[in-house]
């Protein structure tokens, strides 16, 4: 199976919103409601921001949103800080009990 | 907290074979789902595999590019698990993290602070 498609990169503003895209078929993203969003920072473990779509794990800041329409799920961060800067990558639960990553998304603040 | 800790990187050559550990503290091993994940450098993270608990029925999912030279096991009563690595190859190059699976559907809240394991010749 082909990884999800995310946008190389995107940049924001402090105090701006962006969105994050991630592409899927209806064997992964569109067919499961398991899509994931993890933000990773060099030489540091990734961080679990989104998980089940659209759910935040306890500590996790309220700027962060996850959403799903069709075979594509966004993750939104409003209130751009400086140390939102990072890679983010989505995943998606797939048939065959396997997980999809895609391709990661470099944000520039 | 649940806390995984890798073990086990170094360099390899080609060809070579390595094992990695992870024990994992703050649950009850036997009932956990475990998650190989791989940082490869410049190009992103990827699946590499999960073993699910022994009451699920211990199942083995691999990832293609690591299926037939990657065998994930676990000692429950060693709380550990294991990622051996045969017939590595330079593309293998990566930090290889542990992740706890709570849910069934990859839901991986708590990563270990990986290891790096380079194959070169």
């Known amino acids: 199976q082909s990884a999800l498609t995310q946008p190389a990169s995107v940049s924001g503003s402090p105090g701006q919103s962006i969105t994050i895209s991630c592409a899927g078929t209806s064997s992964d993203v569109g067919g499961y409601n398991y899509v994931s969003w993890f933000q990773h920072h060099p030489g540091k473990a990734p961080k679990l921001m989104i998980y089940d779509v659209s759910n935040r794990p306890s500590g996790v800041s309220n700027r962060f949103s996850g959403s799903k329409f069709g075979n594509t799920a966004s993750l939104t961060i409003s209130g751009l800080q400086a140390e939102d800067e990072a890679d983010y990558y989505c995943?998606?639960?797939?048939?065959?009990?396997?997980?999809?990553f895609g391709g990661g998304t470099k944000l520039t603040v | 907290e649940v806390q995984p800790v890798e073990s086990g990187g170094g360099l390899v050559k080609p060809g070579g074979s390595l094992r990695l550990s992870c024990t994992v503290s703050g649950l009850t091993f036997s009932d956990a789902w475990m998650v190989w994940v791989r940082h490869l450098p410049g190009r992103g993270l990827e699946w590499v595999g999960r073993?699910?608990?022994?009451?699920?029925?211990?199942?083995?999912d691999y990832a293609a590019p690591v299926k037939g030279r990657f065998t994930i096991s676990r000692d429950d009563s060693k709380g550990t698990l294991y990622l051996q690595m045969n017939s590595l190859k330079t593309e293998d190059t990566a930090v290889y993290y542990c992740?706890?699976?709570?849910?069934?559907?990859?839901?991986?809240?708590?990563w270990g602070q990986g290891t790096l394991v380079t194959v070169s010749s």
């Open positions: 992740v706890h699976d709570r849910s069934g559907y990859y839901f991986l809240h708590y």
């Open positions: 995943t998606s639960f797939a048939s065959s009990n396997t997980l999809l």
């Open positions: 073993i699910k608990s022994k009451g699920s029925g211990g199942t083995i």
